[in-house]
């Protein structure tokens, strides 16, 4: 019998059975790139807690965000509009990475840090319509590994992945128009996580 551990999975893993594409690259870094990335973003970004707007009050989430781009792009995310900040010569690396490995373009970057497995995101898409349409979302990860969920909007199937440090993950084509995305909180993990997702805005 082939134990689990027998097979090397062929990468890039395809998760989704239907109704849009992701594909897990699994680590494009080694441990020593990844750890000086990790080092970096934790250290150098300028974080900034993200600012909800529920019931008409206004939340600071624990979760911190950042926001990046080739331009001052203005983006909308939970209610609040934000500018891009213009890309680093780290982060510039970080997107030709995605862009070589995935084969898309990105002008874009949405920066999350959770400090541990109390911090999470709630199920969402990115579908919002400043984003190119089916365009791919790139989403790279440092620092403690996570769990991340799909569940589809109509038939609720559920796909989970644990997203390793210096992983690479490519959701596109109708992936937001018809599954959900989530990372859930976990007392498991004590210890930070970032995640940078590249994505595509297009101007009207
Ligand atoms: O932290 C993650 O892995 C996912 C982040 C996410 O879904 C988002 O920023 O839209
Ligand atoms: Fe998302």
Redesign the pocket.
């Known amino acids: 019998m082939l134990s689990l551990f027998d097979e090397t999975p062929d990468y890039p893993l395809s998760l989704l059975p239907h109704d849009g594409t992701v594909h897990y690259y699994g680590k494009v870094f080694t441990k020593e790139e990844s750890d000086g990335y990790y080092d970096y973003l934790f250290n150098q970004i300028p974080w900034e807690n993200d600012e909800a707007v529920i019931f008409g009050k206004l939340i600071l989430t624990k979760r911190k965000v950042a926001w990046f781009g080739e331009k001052a792009f203005e983006y909308t995310y939970s209610n609040r509009t934000k500018y891009a900040k213009f890309w680093t010569p780290e982060l510039l690396k970080l997107k030709q990475k995605c862009e070589e490995v995935s084969g898309e373009t990105y002008n874009s970057c949405l920066l999350n840090l959770y400090h541990d497995g109390s911090e999470g ?1 709630a199920y ?3 579908g919002e319509t400043d984003l190119k349409k089916h365009g791919a ?1 790139a989403s790279l990860t440092f620092g403690a590994e996570r769990k991340f969920l799909f569940k589809h909007k109509s038939t609720k199937e559920k796909v989970e992945i644990f997203l390793e440090t210096g992983s690479l993950l490519i959701m596109k084509g109708a992936t937001q128009d018809h599954w959900l ?1 989530r990372l859930p909180p976990t007392t498991k993990v004590k210890t930070p996580r970032v995640n940078l ?1 590249f994505r595509t805005i297009e101007e009207e």
Request: charged residues 15%; glycine residues 0%.
């Open positions: 995101m969402h898409s990115d979302i995305h997702t």
